[in-house]
């Protein structure tokens, strides 16, 4: 995504990611020119670099306006460059949230980092410290350590061009803009999907980093808006005609300049070998889709790296658009017609797949993506297969206990038996004991990490003394013990 820089006031952690994830999802996070904020709370807070707080969400909120009769909402990137301005015009105050307000009001400096530490900015019932040490946002009440990730899985572009390749011609019928035939390759969303969704998937929700959002469900519906996910649409004919083709009238509203276009005549039944299937496109007519940016206006331009494109449910011809004077023509626009391109959502960064388990909780889809968006990857989570999610969380809470000082434990040996605690759950995992990995991780680990959870200080059966540590791995537990009740 291309930013603007900030003249006149430093701006509180403008960067970008995805939020709600752990810092194994999210890595390294941007910064604005002449930023200083981010690099004083990770002075306090190093061991947060590259985890979902090292993200303009930790001081800055979203936020909306009315624009005629349409609430319009955004992310907190949008509604700072909207309320603060490119020029820096407006007032910063406007973007912050409850942690940023008080964090600029303690001073702007580690002290001040230091001395809210103990507040409770968003008033969810947890000081900052002990969400900061749980990687929840200290500054969002919706956001605190009893919320656990859905499962999910970060596919690179490099890892779907791997998989098999679908590739189809078709019509991309608009409203408003030109309609076009365009032949788009990727992958097809029923076999990215099928093997990994839970029995009780019923259908996806597909969004850009701007907020637009479209709902597929999985099987054909009846309802001609639905564009389902499983199964083939029925295939179509190419329609031309000189009064439609924009290079050749004035009035026109197709274009056919497509290579893939070219030589098909009117009527001619349009044969895609593979069939017709709503695509996860990673390139049109050969070439790799244009990413996405954000226009000084707040409006996406460009559709890449990936768009999902779903074929007509009935195929028809192109029409006129809907806001032409010129209606009599050959085709002119048919509110009843299949405009497909309507629903096909570009620049997607996230699928999450409904419902979402039991104890799980969502992305904010209004600050997620844009990162994805430059490294060129996407998001699926939700009602899928949480394992790989299981897997990750436990090697880095194995991690986090063998890498912690050994003073933060009621004696020098329960560190190395805690951790050993957790391996031996790490391989009931791997075995697929999912029901032994899950009691052995309640009876045997949770309940040494229970006391300042429970009661404030640490119990007789706690092995971790330092109570914020503690508090850490506690909630770090509990998330996969939220996950593998799924598969239990």
Sequence with gaps: M??????????????????????????????????IDSGIFLTVYPEKAGTKLDNCNLCHSGGSYTQGTKTVTLGSCQWCHYKYGYDASGNIDDTLNAYGLAYKQAGRSTAGVIAIETQDSDGDGYTNKVEIAANRYPGDAADD???????????????????????????????????????????SLERLLKKMMLPAATGIKVYSPDGWAQYHPLNPDPDPLFYHVIGDYPSASFFYDPQADTALNGNGWCEYSAPSAAGRINGQPIYNPQGLKTLLAIKRDGQYLTPGVLTPANKLDGEGPFRVVPPQKIPGPPDQKSTSAVQSVVWPFDASADHNAGYSSRTVTIIKVEPLPAGTTDVDTLEAGWKYVDEGKILVYGAIDPVPTIKEKLTGLSTTI???????????????????????????????????????LKGHVLIRTDGCTAGGAADRDDWVADCEFQKQLYWSINEVL???DIVN
Aim: aromatic residues 16%; positive net charge.
């Design 482 to 484: 939220v996950l593998l």
């Design 145 to 187: 350590p009893t919320k656990v990730p859905a499962p999910y899985k970060v596919y690179t572009r490099a890892q779907l061009e791997k998989m098999p390749q679908h590739t189809q011609f078709m019509l991309m019928n608009t409203h408003k803009s030109a309609d076009f035939y365009a032949e788009y390759t990727g992958v």
């Design 402 to 440: 063998w890498h912690s000082n050994r003073s933060a434990f009621a004696h020098w040996g329960y560190r190395s038996a805690l951790a050993t605690r957790v391996n031996l759950v790490e391989k009931w995992v791997m075995l697929g004991w999912y029901s032994k990995a899950y009691n052995d």
């Design 2 to 35: 291309r930013r603007a820089k900030w003249p006149k006031y430093s701006v509180l952690f403008i960067v970008l990611g995805v939020t709600l994830l752990t810092a194994q999802m999210v890595r390294s996070a941007y910064h604005h020119m002449g930023e």
